[in-house]
């Protein structure tokens, strides 16, 4: 059957797909260009406008890559800031294709990275923002690929097995693989848990068995950890601060089931309803296929444990809205989705049509509520139906598209009172995310600090010390009670001004309150139980 359908074909299944990532690719350029920053992405701007070795939350990878693209094209923008992940993402749908072909078949891998280009956590988030999913996803199934070359070699005898174990070709196999495991290290620390799955697929197999007990494996992890060294030196210089801080995050506050749900279904949402059902499904193929089908029981072994632990600890830790922290997981169940997607097709009839039509209704129904979704964020034309309804069944008091928006008026205002002169005024603001976004609208001409319990990455890219004696200027997401709490020891006198507004389309969104704030004579108390300057 795959061979007659790949003679009859005007397009083979590797050029449908550089076809698909031209297309992708020049939408999620102009998307690019012409959308704001969100509150993550202008929070790791700033963390690309101050080069580290490592960072506070994160693996460098990301922003080391932004920021050698904002300096290639001589260009502090969204554009050149996302650059970066827009080009990684053409190169995951690619591996994403190769990674189901060799699983699979040709058609199976292109079908995989359509419906991988329909989810909106991938197409939209990792495919456009500036964020550490970006090298992570390319990395990891470049890893995964690597992994299952080896895992599929398979021998006529165990003198022809022990003869290649020892061969040279063999330990280059796993020096690649500690390379690509390094990178996807150096991109998010999720890359424990791709090594974990391999070994995992690895100890269930009697045929891969022998892995566990050879060198190679333990070659690739001396490798992953030189190749990510700069997250570890980082952290030694800083008391761990990174670990320690991803470490707590799953601590343990009491049962909450409704964090759970919550958990559930914002990963349904995040991936969409459509798709993120028959993921699920190919959990259930998979493990019913069992460990005899390799390639369905390493798709498997590799996605069931950032799934089911993201998923699980939220019964005890609040993660939030981190719905995008099981995505590693349900990338690795695309390609075999790809592959029933194939099938489906291949039987003809009321299968072929049916399938098809939800490839064009999924591709009509993603494309035309990001459109509408970037009309609305740019114009709020939709206030009174759309997302800021949605949000408040969550818990979210503002519209969310708001967090894409750029407080462009800001910049103005801070031009108009002469507090540009950094030889006298620095910014506070009592949000790591307030920080970010006002980084990005001043063009990062001004140092901020959070006076927040949980600044992130900003304590670190600036000297408290050597403020002192300057005056401040307080943008607060809270009210003026707040403010002095915070604040008020810190200075002599702390004055409120005019709230700044946030208008979008004539119609104030958001408001924030302005303080000035003279003389700072000591410095506010940190977090986290840190030395930073």
């Not at 939209?124 to 299952?148: E, H, K, R, T």
């Not at 006298?424 to 600090?449: E, H, N, S």
């Not at 200075?491 to 104030?508: E, H, P, S």
């Amino acid at each position: 059957m795959e061979k007659q359908e790949l003679k009859t074909n005007k397009m083979s299944a590797g050029r449908a797909v550089l076809l698909l990532i031209i297309v992708t690719l020049a939408i999620r350029l102009v998307i690019a260009a012409v959308t704001g920053l969100g509150f993550g992405e202008s929070y790791y701007a700033m963390g690309v406008a101050h080069p580290q070795l490592s960072y506070f939350d994160q693996p460098p990878l990301s922003f080391w890559l932004g920021w050698a693209s904002v300096e290639t094209l001589n260009s502090y923008s969204a554009f050149a800031l996302r650059l970066p992940t827009i080009l990684l993402f053409a190169g995951t749908t690619w591996m994403m294709y190769r990674l189901g072909k060799r699983l699979f078949s040709e058609w199976a891998g292109f079908w995989a990275a359509v419906i991988l280009n329909l989810s909106a956590v991938f197409t939209y988030s990792v495919g456009i923002w500036l964020q550490p999913d970006a090298p992570l996803m390319f990395f990891w199934l470049a890893s995964a690929i690597c992994f299952y070359d080896v895992f599929s070699i398979r021998f006529n005898s165990i003198e022809e097995r022990n003869r290649y174990r020892s061969s040279w070709d063999c330990y280059l196999r796993w020096i690649v693989i500690g390379v690509m495991l390094g990178l996807t290290t150096l991109s998010k620390y999720h890359a424990a848990f791709l090594f974990a799955g391999a070994g995992l697929y690895a100890l269930t197999r009697k045929e891969d068995r022998h892995w566990v007990f050879h060198p190679g494996p333990y070659l690739a992890l001396l490798i992953n950890f030189l190749v990510a060294a700069p997250v570890f030196i980082w952290n030694y210089n800083h008391d761990w601060a990174s670990f320690l801080f991803q470490s707590h995050r799953a601590a343990n506050t009491g049962l909450h089931l409704d964090w759970f749900v919550r958990s559930i279904g914002g990963q349904m949402l995040w991936v969409l309803p459509w798709i993120w059902v028959p993921l699920i499904w190919q959990l259930y193929t998979c493990s019913k296929a069992g460990r005899k089908d390799s390639a369905r029981w390493f798709c498997l072994m590799t996605a069931v444990l950032p799934i089911v632990f993201f998923t699980v600890v939220t019964l005890w830790a609040n993660l939030g809205f981190h719905f995008h922290w099981q995505a590693p997981g349900y990338l690795m169940l695309f390609p075999p989705l790809g592959a029933a997607f194939h099938a489906f097709i291949s039987r003809g009839g009321t299968y072929r049509k049916w399938s098809l039509r939800w490839v064009w209704l999924s591709v009509i129904v993603t494309f035309f509520s990001c459109v509408v979704i970037q009309i609305h964020a740019a114009t709020g034309f939709w206030s009174a139906y759309g997302p800021k309804w949605f949000g408040q069944l969550f818990g979210e008091k503002n519209d969310p598209t708001m967090e894409g928006y750029d407080y462009t008026g800001l910049l103005p205002l801070f031009e108009k009172e002469g507090w540009l002169d950094t030889s006298k005024y620095f910014v506070i603001t009592d949000r790591w995310w307030l920080a970010g976004k006002v980084d990005w609208a001043l063009k990062g001409k001004m140092p901020i600090v959070p006076f927040d319990s949980d600044p992130r990455n900003v304590v670190y890219f600036y000297d408290q010390g050597s403020f002192l004696g300057k005056d401040a200027i307080f943008i607060a997401a809270e009210g003026e009670k707040g403010v002095m709490s915070r604040a008020g020891s810190c200075f002599d006198k702390i004055t409120k001004l005019d709230n700044f507004k946030v208008v979008r389309a004539g119609v104030v969104e958001l408001e924030f309150g302005v303080y000035y704030c003279q003389n700072y004579k000591h410095k506010y108390n940190l977090p986290y139980g840190l030395n930073i300057k």
